[in-house]
């Protein structure tokens, strides 16, 4: 069984562009997450999608941070314009809509802007 | 709201001894416990998770945890470490009800280190 799939793994752009990263979840899973993961630290939500509705995304910066889970499948995460501070990993997750939050990781998309 | 709190950020180990890495929550509700490992430039793989019942857990590659509710602690314990346990490890908390028991909290990790 495939898991999630995430690309690019690697991404190195200028400060000031635009960038996009796209996840597939595991087949049969409602419930998609992208996280940020800075150097050392342990991920945070930024957004939650149950099917296409993004039902928690109170952390995601809305200025310059868009996403959309078009047909409750793929999700896209954009950053337009990106920052410095921008340079971290963007882990995408899955899982079922209800059970007992395990959540299945992607291998993440590592970020540099320089 | 809860948090997670994991006071070692690296545990160096020599090979075949034992290893603890210690991992405390708070949180006013009930919670479901995990544990994630994360191998370098590649995402996080649950290791084990307390849900209810047995307060001792037993998970892959020969790692256990147990849930003390008394100490609000989840350490993890291995008898036996190995070079290939070298990774960074997170502990990770959710609320147990409700629509909440996606939204998981994760610790800051701790990077076992083992040594030949």
């Known amino acids: 069984e495939a898991g999630v799939v995430q690309s690019p793994r690697y991404k190195i752009i200028e400060k000031k562009q635009p960038v996009a990263f796209w996840c597939n979840p595991i087949?049969?899973?409602?419930?998609l997450y992208w996280y940020l993961q800075n150097l050392g630290q342990g991920p945070e939500l930024l957004i939650r999608y149950e099917n296409e509705e993004a039902v928690d995304d109170s952390q995601l910066p809305k200025d310059r941070f868009s996403a959309e889970r078009l047909k409750g499948v793929d999700s896209t995460l954009k950053i337009q314009p990106a920052e410095l501070g921008d340079s971290a990993v963007y882990l995408c997750?899955?899982?079922?809509?209800?059970?007992?939050?395990?959540?299945?990781f992607g291998p993440g998309t590592r970020l540099t802007v320089l | 709201a809860q948090s997670v709190t994991q006071l070692d950020s690296q545990v160096p180990v020599f090979e075949e001894a034992p290893v603890e890495l210690r991992c405390n929550y708070s949180?006013?509700?009930?919670?479901?416990l995990f544990w994630y490992v994360q191998y370098p430039n590649q995402g996080l793989q649950l290791l084990l998770k307390y849900l209810s019942g047995s307060t001792l857990v037993k998970g892959i590659n020969g790692f256990e945890a147990e849930f003390n509710k008394s100490q609000t602690s989840f350490h993890l314990r291995k008898p036996s470490v190995h070079i290939s346990d070298t990774a960074e490890y997170f502990c990770?908390?959710?609320?147990?009800?409700?629509?909440?028991?996606?939204?998981?909290?994760f610790g800051t990790g701790t990077l076992l280190a083992v040594q030949p």
């Open positions: 949180s006013s509700v009930s919670v479901y």
């Open positions: 087949s049969g899973h409602n419930t």
């Open positions: 990770a908390v959710s609320p147990s009800y409700g629509g909440a028991t996606n939204k998981l909290i």
């Open positions: 997750a899955s899982s079922f809509a209800t059970g007992s939050g395990e959540q299945f």
